[in-house]
């Protein structure tokens, strides 16, 4: 398992951009499979976005296709989730999540399940007014 870290939640229009960033402390996530979840009050927690360990490949949700982008940077010490045009139903705690359960994950797999990551962020809030 690896410590993670998220950032850049906040409070934003509708309409507006965020972008989250979630780096693990201390360690790269150059091999780590990586996600995002969200969690909205009394809501259970929810796919959004997936990305291969190479950043070859990448899955949204049907509910922020077009809206949304996960990226990882060329050292991939960071995962992120680009939010644009933002709705107040994308209100939600975002987690950051890895996979780290082999060391040798396939270069272009991605995971959609909260079963298959084994390490997990704190959150990182995001709200958007209407």
């Known amino acids: 398992q690896v410590q993670l870290v998220e950032s850049g939640g906040g409070l934003v229009q509708a309409g507006a951009s965020l972008s989250l960033s979630c780096a693990a402390s201390?360690?790269?996530?150059?091999?780590?499979?990586a996600g995002w979840f969200r969690q909205a009050p009394g809501k259970e927690r929810e796919f959004v976005a997936a990305?291969?360990?190479?950043?070859?490949?990448?899955y949204v949700t049907d509910s922020v296709k077009g809206r949304f982008t996960i990226s990882r940077d060329n050292a991939k010490t960071t995962v992120y989730l680009q939010m644009n045009s933002l709705k107040p139903e994308d209100t939600a705690v975002y987690f950051c999540?890895?996979?780290?359960?082999?060391?040798?994950?396939?270069?272009?797999?991605?995971?959609?399940?909260?079963?298959?990551?084994?390490?997990w962020g704190q959150g990182t809030q995001v709200t958007v007014s209407s």
């Open positions: 999540a890895v996979r780290t359960i082999y060391r040798f994950e396939p270069s272009g797999v991605y995971y959609t399940r909260g079963d298959d990551y084994d390490s």
């Open positions: 201390g360690r790269t996530l150059t091999m780590y499979p």
């Open positions: 990305i291969s360990r190479s950043g070859g490949n990448t």
